[in-house]
């Protein structure tokens, strides 16, 4: 038996009338990089926020190690260990990079341990350090990816979620992106990705889902995946 | 022809500005911490600063408490006050989308303190007089009243305070995180509503200093709040939302365009210039005069 750090049971959510999910269901193994594709408004949004407490499902459970955290405040979900960086990055860009951090420590839980973890954040991203006073609306645009990353990192999680992290950055900074998912996971960070550059999730992945309108439509290896001939010709268009 | 113009006497002018126009930046701070964490128009503020001059009132009246005496009980009451009034009236309310509802909270109360205050105080102006009141310090020649100058000294000092609080405690960003961008607030573990306490209880807070330094310079009456809340959000509209000095410089230059308005055009134009300002903003320069348009991330 593998060891499902994080399990989705039979998830459904709608915003009024609309239905976002349609009974998803996934596992994400601890020490292991899940990715979730899919096009457009397919709902991995909506399922990442579900997840984070920003969201109350209709039906359906999500399990954090065995334990049933459904319906959770997203300062719970946090705290338990789930750390979620969003969409857009949504940094406080009126405070500094150094305030940023030591927000992003901010549960009780991670609270004891700011000073040890922002060393640790400035040793993974020595450029955030040499901006620890500059405001985080004044990065460039990789920078405040890291910044995003490093804020969430500060709330020792034990599962990382991350929604778009490539969405509007240059094809270098994307491919930097995608190498230090990679190292944090090597350094034993389980993380839950959600992309819409799927060629590059599907790589970097151990397991991938591809949802489609609210619906898991298929699941494998994410190597598997990239040669699947259906994914090919619906999301990745010819290769190369 | 304009030989009366005197140097004196436009100095005069400008201080007096500069002195009354701290009274509505410390109202506009208040206003700008609740509508920055909360999205809450709390019409209330200016009815909660006369409350307060009352109880300033009161103490002295009846306890012979002076009201530079009164100070650290009036603020630690307004305090308090401030985070009842957000865990009793606006918690709830807080939640929905509907921002009216909290508007329509806002108004509510400010009438039922306006008649409370008729009922207790009957709604006649009333004052403060001490054998200080009425003295004033020499400036270079210019008369700088007493209680005025010790209202300027206090708003600076607590707007100092609250800087310190927001820029340098854990608690003060939280609520400076709060203010730009709640759920990214709440997905770093910040609750919200302790961040809404803290907000309400340093914005009624503010109204207890308000209402000192008002009780002890003008009358005053249960109705002029109302129109202290408006003067706030001037204030606000010419420092810009977000920014605790940006509220108080706003105050300070709406409270210089009112006494030099008054002086040049008449008495009852300054509070036409002021709203016809109010509205010039809005309509060229809504984020504020003093706000360097911050990219969003």
């Not at chain 1, 020595?126 to 006073?133: C, F, Y």
């Not at chain 2, 709830?92 to 105080?121: P, S």
């Not at chain 2, 100092?160 to 730009?180: C, D, M, P, Q, Y």
Request: net charge neutral; aromatic share 10%.
């Amino acid at each position: 038996m593998e060891n499902h750090l994080l399990e989705i049971k039979d998830l459904r959510v709608s915003y009024g009338s609309v239905h976002a999910l349609w009974g998803v269901s996934l596992h994400v193994p601890e020490g292991s990089i899940v990715a979730l594709v899919g096009a457009n408004g397919a709902g991995k949004s909506t399922l990442l926020k579900t997840i984070a407490g920003m969201n109350r499902p209709q039906q359906g459970g999500v399990f954090f190690s065995g334990k049933n955290i459904t319906g959770f405040t997203p300062e719970a979900v946090v705290n338990a260990g789930i750390a979620l960086v969003p969409e857009g990055r949504r940094l406080f860009a009126r405070l500094t990079v150094q305030e940023n951090l030591e927000l992003g420590g901010y549960t009780p839980r991670a609270r004891p341990f700011v000073q040890e973890s922002l060393e640790r954040a400035y040793e993974l991203f020595p450029r955030l350090q040499t901006k620890s006073n500059q405001l985080a609306g004044s990065l460039s645009g990789g920078e405040q990816q890291m910044l995003a990353i490093a804020r969430s990192m500060m709330s020792k999680p034990t599962i990382l979620m991350l929604d778009e992290p490539s969405l509007g950055l240059s094809p270098l900074v994307v491919k930097m992106m995608f190498e230090l998912v990679e190292e944090l996971n090597r350094k034993g960070m389980t993380i839950l990705l959600v992309e819409q550059n799927i060629f590059q999730a599907l790589k970097i992945s151990h397991y991938a889902y591809v949802i489609k309108t609210g619906e898991i439509v298929l699941e494998g290896p994410g190597e598997q995946l990239l040669g699947d001939p259906e994914v090919q010709n619906a999301y990745l268009g010819t290769l190369e | 022809m304009l030989d009366y113009l005197t140097f004196g006497l436009l100095a005069q002018l400008f201080i007096n500005g500069i002195l009354f126009g701290t009274m509505y930046g410390l109202a506009a701070i208040g206003l700008s911490l609740i509508f920055g964490t909360m999205r809450i128009i709390f019409l209330s503020q200016g009815a909660v600063i006369i409350l307060m001059a009352y109880c300033c009132y009161w103490l002295f009246t009846l306890f012979k408490i002076d009201p530079y005496l009164s100070i650290p009980i009036i603020g630690s009451a307004a305090v308090v006050l401030g985070a009842g009034l957000y865990q009793g009236l606006f918690r709830r309310a807080v939640k929905m989308e509907d921002k009216n509802i909290t508007l329509l909270i806002a108004v509510g109360l400010m009438f039922l303190i306006e008649n409370l205050m008729a009922v207790c105080w009957t709604p006649n102006p009333r004052s403060i007089s001490t054998e200080y009141t009425s003295s004033s310090i020499p400036f270079f020649g210019l008369a700088i009243s007493f209680t005025r100058l010790m209202g300027f000294v206090m708003a600076m000092l607590s707007t100092a305070g609250v800087t310190l609080f927001l820029k340098r405690t854990l608690i003060g960003k939280a609520v400076r995180a709060a203010s730009e961008d709640i759920e990214a607030a709440r997905l770093v573990g910040i609750s919200p509503h302790w961040v809404n306490t803290i907000a309400f209880a340093i914005g009624i807070g503010l109204c207890g200093i308000a209402g000192i330094a008002l009780s002890t310079t003008y009358p005053f009456d249960p109705y002029f709040g109302f129109i202290f809340s408006l003067k706030a959000m001037i204030a606000l509209a010419l420092g810009g939302l977000g920014s605790v000095s940006g509220a108080l410089l706003g105050g300070i230059i709406l409270g210089m365009l009112e006494s030099w308005s008054s002086f040049f055009i008449s008495g009852g134009w300054a509070d036409a210039v002021g709203y016809g300002v109010f509205l010039l903003v809005l309509l060229f320069k809504p984020e504020g005069l003093l706000v360097r348009s911050v990219k969003k991330v």
